[in-house]
């Protein structure tokens, strides 16, 4: 039963990686950088307050919104 509950306590956890952190803060980083704004006003677009709460599925779509957001705002710069 004790494995059982520190089993779901760390799961949201692990369903993510460093890696995946380490993509979002970055993307995020580019983007602000192109909207001449601060990386927090992205997160906060993206509703993300705490990294290690996000869900896999959660960093997948944040991941893929930011793509699109490049995209986007590399297209209009260029």
């Known amino acids: 039963m004790e494995n059982a509950k520190l089993q779901q306590r760390e799961e ?3 369903t993510i990686t460093p890696e995946q952190i380490g993509e979002i803060k970055t993307k995020a980083l580019q983007f602000a950088q192109a909207r001449n704004q ?9 509703k993300i ?3 290690e709460e996000l869900t ?3 960093v997948m ?3 893929k ?3 699109k957001w490049l995209k986007a705002a590399t297209e ?3």
């Open 12 to 14: 949201p956890q692990s």
């Open 38 to 46: 601060p990386p927090e006003k992205v997160y906060e677009a993206l």
């Open 76 to 78: 209009k710069q260029g």
């Open 65 to 67: 919104k930011l793509d």
């Open 56 to 58: 896999g599925r959660q």
């Open 49 to 51: 307050t705490n990294f």
């Open 61 to 63: 779509a944040a991941i």
